[in-house]
């Protein structure tokens, strides 16, 4: 977090802010003249303050993460590209029904989404779900649409028409807690024209952001804004993805084995109300998930 420095000179005060961090095994540091006075918008300093660094740092990452990729998928044979693909459908889908409490086991969600094969003795609601998540993830991934609130209503609808009809593609109307977390979403008379301003604001700013930049702090406005009555992580970790890969960008599955990292770091951003704290969880994550991309002969690094 950066800090404010104030320099005196004669009868004047000068306000910077600094910030220092860690990278590439050494310590650098930025630094933002703010005037003979401390500014208002102080906040918005330190986000393009923070931008700065991130340029300097993450950011490259990622441009080398997205290069690495699409030179690979450029040589990759058409069969084991699709073969990856629906791998990551399975995983992708075991994980983001289990973190919301699906019973399923990976060999459960994979023989069912493989072989049509319906496990003994689990919850028809936990098998349907899987079943309409990935079918739905497998059209969009063929056929791409947009982040918009039309779709996400489609969206939600598709996955839970048949276990929640009452909740299905409808924006809640009613308040809602979530447990465990200090956060308390919007009221119901807030959630819709909050959903509605955030995705204005992705339509006008998105562009300007890193694309992973853009997925992660897209996945905690709307998990902070918690809009459905139920299934908000799931179309909030669909929507990531599809923006991910909308951008030609490696997409990344939250295991439920390392939920606790992802909780933990989307609480602490929605009780500071900055989306500081989970954008650095998910770098770190995205970059640890994505190392694969770097390895002898897995990437030819294209141009």
Same mark, same amino acid.
């Given at each position: 977090?950066?800090?404010?420095?104030?320099?005196?000179?004669?009868?004047?005060? !000068?306000?910077?802010?600094?910030?220092?961090?860690?990278?590439?095994?050494?310590?650098?540091?930025?630094?933002?003249?703010?005037?003979?006075?401390? *500014?208002?918008?102080?906040?918005?300093?330190?986000?393009?303050?923070?931008?700065?660094?991130?340029?300097?740092?993450?950011?490259?990452?990622?441009?080398?993460? %997205?290069?690495? !990729?699409?030179? &690979?998928?450029?040589?990759?044979?058409?069969?084991?590209?699709?073969?990856?693909?629906?791998?990551?459908?399975?995983?992708?889908?075991?994980?983001?029904?289990?973190?919301?409490?699906?019973?399923?086991?990976?060999?459960?969600?994979?023989?069912?989404?493989?072989?049509?094969?319906?496990?003994?003795?689990?919850?028809?609601?936990? $098998? =349907? /779900?899987?079943?309409?998540?990935?079918?739905?993830?497998?059209?969009?991934?063929?056929?791409?649409? *947009?982040?918009?609130?039309?779709?996400? #209503? %489609?969206?939600?609808?598709?996955?839970?028409?048949?276990?929640?009809?009452?909740?299905?593609?409808? $924006? &809640?109307?009613?308040?809602?807690?979530?447990?465990?977390?200090?956060? $308390?979403? *919007?009221?119901?008379?807030?959630?819709? *024209?909050?959903?509605?301003?955030?995705?204005?604001?992705?339509?006008?700013?998105?562009?300007?952001?890193?694309? $992973?930049?853009?997925?992660?702090?897209?996945?905690?406005?709307?998990?902070?804004?918690?809009?459905?009555?139920?299934?908000?992580? &799931?179309?909030?970790?669909?929507?990531?993805?599809?923006? #991910?890969? =909308?951008?030609? !960008?490696?997409?990344?599955?939250?295991? !439920?084995?390392?939920?606790?990292?992802?909780?933990?770091?989307?609480?602490?951003? %929605?009780?500071?109300?900055?989306?500081?704290?989970?954008?650095?969880?998910?770098?770190?994550?995205?970059?640890? /998930?994505?190392?694969?991309?770097?390895?002898?002969?897995? %990437?030819?690094?294209?141009?």
């Amino acid at each position: 977090m950066s800090a404010v420095r104030t320099v005196t000179r004669g009868d004047k005060q !000068y306000y910077y802010l600094v910030q220092t961090y860690r990278w590439a095994g050494g310590v650098g540091r930025k630094e933002k003249y703010l005037g003979t006075s401390r *500014p208002k918008n102080l906040q918005a300093q330190r986000t393009a303050l923070d931008r700065e660094v991130w340029e300097a740092t993450w950011f490259p990452t990622f441009r080398e993460i %997205s290069a690495a !990729y699409q030179g &690979r998928q450029r040589t990759l044979p058409k069969s084991l590209s699709e073969k990856e693909q629906e791998d990551f459908v399975v995983e992708f889908t075991y994980d983001t029904n289990r973190i919301e409490g699906s019973t399923l086991t990976f060999q459960e969600t994979s023989d069912l989404l493989t072989h049509g094969i319906s496990p003994d003795s689990k919850p028809m609601r936990d $098998v =349907r /779900e899987s079943l309409a998540h990935a079918a739905l993830l497998r059209r969009l991934l063929s056929k791409p649409e *947009p982040v918009d609130l039309a779709h996400l #209503l %489609s969206w939600h609808k598709q996955i839970f028409d048949e276990t929640k009809p009452d909740l299905a593609g409808q $924006v &809640r109307d009613f308040e809602i807690r979530i447990r465990g977390s200090q956060h $308390v979403p *919007p009221s119901a008379v807030e959630v819709r *024209p909050m959903l509605i301003e955030a995705l204005r604001w992705f339509q006008r700013h998105g562009e300007t952001l890193n694309p $992973v930049e853009r997925a992660g702090l897209f996945h905690f406005q709307f998990e902070n804004i918690h809009p459905f009555g139920d299934g908000n992580g &799931r179309i909030g970790r669909l929507a990531m993805n599809l923006m #991910l890969h =909308r951008d030609t !960008y490696p997409m990344i599955n939250i295991r !439920y084995g390392r939920r606790a990292g992802y909780y933990r770091a989307l609480e602490k951003s %929605s009780i500071t109300s900055s989306p500081r704290p989970f954008l650095l969880w998910f770098f770190r994550r995205y970059r640890g /998930e994505q190392q694969w991309w770097f390895r002898p002969g897995a %990437s030819t690094r294209g141009g």
